[in-house]
């Protein structure tokens, strides 16, 4: 199986969350909530620069007793991001999720970012496929496959 993550990005709503280094974190969480994300990308003038996620909050934010109304992404995002393109393969993008103990990454091409995927959207492919793997195993041993 040597899907691409491309596969997973047609299916998904394509819409990118970001804010600006210099957005508080106070506003960072209203977008989150509003667009019900998880996470955000943190951009300035076009380019990556962070990722700014709900476990953020509350290690960075919570747990260090900043000021969500004071403290702005550049001070608590998540920076120095692993990221894939396009044509990296789910199960490549799976070994990242695990090595790297996280739940999004940014889809880039280039210097662009053109999408964002999390474990959550690769779970629901893997299920998908499974679902459909044995539906096939069951209509051939119940004789309704055609060859």
């Known amino acids: 199986m040597k899907t691409s993550i491309s596969v997973l990005l047609d299916r998904k709503e394509s819409s990118i969350q970001s804010v600006t280094a210099a957005t508080t974190v106070a506003d960072a969480v209203k977008v989150m909530n509003e ?5 955000v990308l943190v951009m300035d003038d ?9 476990r953020d ?4 934010v919570v747990g260090d007793k900043l000021d969500p109304i004071k403290a ?11 990221t894939v393109t396009t044509q ?9 999720f695990t090595q790297k103990v996280c739940r999004h990454l940014p889809v880039v091409e280039g210097d662009k970012v053109v999408g964002m995927i999390s474990v959550g959207d690769l779970s629901r492919w893997l299920a998908e496929v499974h679902r459909a793997e044995a539906e096939q195993l069951k209509d051939y041993i119940s004789g ?4």
């Open 57 to 60: 909050v509350l290690r960075r």
């Open 72 to 82: 702005t992404m550049s001070d608590v995002m998540t920076s120095g991001l692993t």
């Open 46 to 54: 076009g380019k990556l620069r962070g990722i700014f996620t709900e």
């Open 88 to 96: 990296t393969t789910i199960e490549e993008a799976l070994e990242i």
């Open 35 to 39: 667009q019900k994300v998880s996470s």
């Open 144 to 147: 309704g496959f055609s060859a």
